[in-house]
């Protein structure tokens, strides 16, 4: 899960990018709107947290620039104030979703987390794949019954498998969602997560390697080894 911060205050933005990477997401900061829109030009998000007061290029042209261009990505705009313009007017240039500021980082999560759900198109919080329990809103995955331990880019990459069962996912794909451009990562850090997810895992889950592609997370409904 990769997520795109536009923010100009510099404390602001810090606190929420460190919040968010705390939790294991992917993050890239941008300070203006102009600099947003040309990262939006190439680089895939799972969601964009978006103020609107911006130099260069105010939060609502990004937003309207952003569906011009047909891109569905979802928006969380941050309002200021209690400003009810800039409420109605986030919704009315395409933003899923506002929240005004100062909020409270327990409320951020809950919206950023429904957003997201959006994305994966999970209708439930709650994915069942045989005895493999995974809880997007407890952010826990158990397995019959009992909570695996597992850390933040464990947690994500079982996610993107998950969100993406019996389907054949990219190294690039699994990377651009895991890290972000601050981020030290690559190939070998994503061999060492799943190598450490397909021994927690077992056989409830057989994570394939495709070579030369990526890997594959496919139900096991056989006692199979992996
Ligand atoms: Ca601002």
């Given at each position: 899960?990769?997520?795109?911060?536009?923010?100009?205050?510099?404390?602001?933005?810090?606190?929420?990018?460190?919040?968010?990477?705390?939790?294991?997401?992917?993050?890239?900061?941008?300070?203006?709107?102009?600099?947003?829109?040309?990262?939006?030009?190439?680089?895939?998000?799972?969601?964009v947290?978006?103020d609107?007061?911006?130099?260069?290029k105010?939060?609502?042209?990004?937003?309207?620039?952003?569906?011009?261009?047909?891109?569905?990505?979802?928006?969380?705009?941050?309002?200021?104030?209690?400003?009810?313009?800039?409420?109605?007017?986030?919704?009315?240039?395409?933003?899923?979703?506002?929240?005004?500021?100062?909020?409270?980082?327990?409320?951020?999560?809950?919206r950023?987390?429904?957003?997201?759900?959006?994305?994966?198109?999970?209708?439930?919080?709650?994915?069942?794949?045989g005895?493999?329990?995974f809880?997007?809103?407890?952010?826990?995955?158990?397995?019959?019954g009992?909570?695996?331990?597992?850390?933040?880019r464990?947690?994500?990459?079982?996610?993107?498998?998950?969100?993406?069962?019996?389907?054949?996912?990219?190294?690039?794909?699994?990377?651009?969602?895991l890290?972000?451009f601050?981020?030290?990562?690559?190939?070998?850090?994503?061999?060492?997560?799943?190598?450490?997810?397909?021994?927690?895992?077992?056989?409830?889950l057989?994570?394939?390697?495709?070579?030369g592609?990526?890997?594959?997370?496919?139900?096991?409904?056989?006692?199979?080894?992996?």
């Amino acid at each position: 899960m990769r997520i795109l911060v536009v923010e100009d205050e510099p404390d602001l933005g810090d606190a929420v990018l460190r919040h968010l990477r705390r939790q294991g997401y992917a993050v890239d900061w941008q300070r203006d709107g102009q600099s947003a829109q040309e990262v939006l030009s190439y680089q895939q998000y799972d969601l964009v947290v978006l103020d609107i007061g911006l130099p260069r290029k105010d939060g609502f042209a990004v937003v309207r620039w952003l569906r011009g261009q047909g891109n569905r990505t979802p928006v969380l705009m941050l309002t200021a104030r209690s400003n009810i313009e800039d409420r109605v007017g986030a919704l009315d240039f395409g933003a899923d979703d506002y929240l005004s500021k100062p909020f409270d980082l327990r409320e951020f999560d809950a919206r950023c987390r429904a957003l997201l759900r959006r994305t994966q198109g999970v209708a439930s919080g709650t994915t069942v794949i045989g005895e493999l329990e995974f809880d997007r809103g407890a952010k826990v995955a158990k397995l019959r019954g009992v909570p695996l331990t597992l850390p933040n880019r464990e947690y994500r990459l079982l996610e993107i498998l998950i969100g993406n069962i019996d389907k054949v996912v990219s190294k690039d794909e699994i990377a651009s969602q895991l890290f972000d451009f601050d981020a030290e990562g690559g190939a070998n850090a994503i061999e060492l997560y799943i190598g450490r997810l397909r021994r927690k895992l077992g056989t409830a889950l057989r994570i394939r390697t495709v070579r030369g592609v990526g890997y594959i997370a496919e139900t096991t409904d056989s006692g199979d080894e992996a």
